[in-house]
C-alpha cells in the first residue's frame, strides 16, 4: 500500500471515528503531501517533533499580525518589535504544547500506535 492510500484510509478510519475532517488531517499536512512530502498525520508524529511544527505554526501569526496592522495604519501607535517577539515565544510555548497533548490524546482514544503498520483499523498494543 502507497502513502497516499494510507493517508485515505487513514482519512476514512478517524471520519468514521466521528472526528472532523480538519481535526484528523491538518491543512498543514495536506498542503506537505501535495507538494510530495510523505510524512506521517500528526497522531503518528513524536511529541516533540510535533511540539516544534505546531509551536512554529503558530509563532507565525503574531509578526504577520503586526505586519499587517503596520502598513495598513501606520500612524497608530503599535506594539513594539520586541513585544511581539515576546507574544511571538508564548505563542510558541502554548502551540508546542497544545498540539502535541492533543494528538497524543486522539492516538490513545482511537488506538493509533504505528503509521508503517496502520491498515484502518484500531491498532492497540
Not at 506521517?40 to 503558530?58: D, M
Not at 517577539?85 to 498540539?99: P, Y
Request: proline letters at 7%; glycine letters at 8%; charged letters at 15%.
Amino acid at each position: 500500500m502507497n502513502h497516499r492510500e494510507r493517508v485515505k484510509q487513514y482519512e476514512e478510519y478517524m471520519v468514521a471515528q466521528g472526528v472532523a475532517r480538519n481535526n484528523a488531517v491538518p491543512k498543514l499536512w495536506r498542503w506537505m503531501w501535495s507538494i510530495g512530502i510523505e510524512c506521517p498525520p500528526p497522531p503518528f508524529i513524536s511529541f516533540i517533533v510535533l511540539g516544534l511544527i505546531s509551536g512554529t505554526c503558530l509563532a507565525i501569526i503574531p509578526p504577520m499580525l503586526w505586519l499587517y496592522s503596520t502598513l495598513r495604519h501606520p500612524a497608530r501607535h503599535h506594539l513594539s518589535a520586541v513585544e511581539v517577539f515576546w507574544f511571538m515565544a508564548g505563542c510558541f510555548a502554548v502551540g508546542s504544547l497544545v498540539g502535541p497533548f492533543y494528538y497524543r490524546h486522539i492516538a490513545r482514544k482511537y488506538g493509533l500506535v504505528c503509521w508503517s503498520s496502520f491498515r484502518g483499523k484500531r491498532q492497540d498494543s
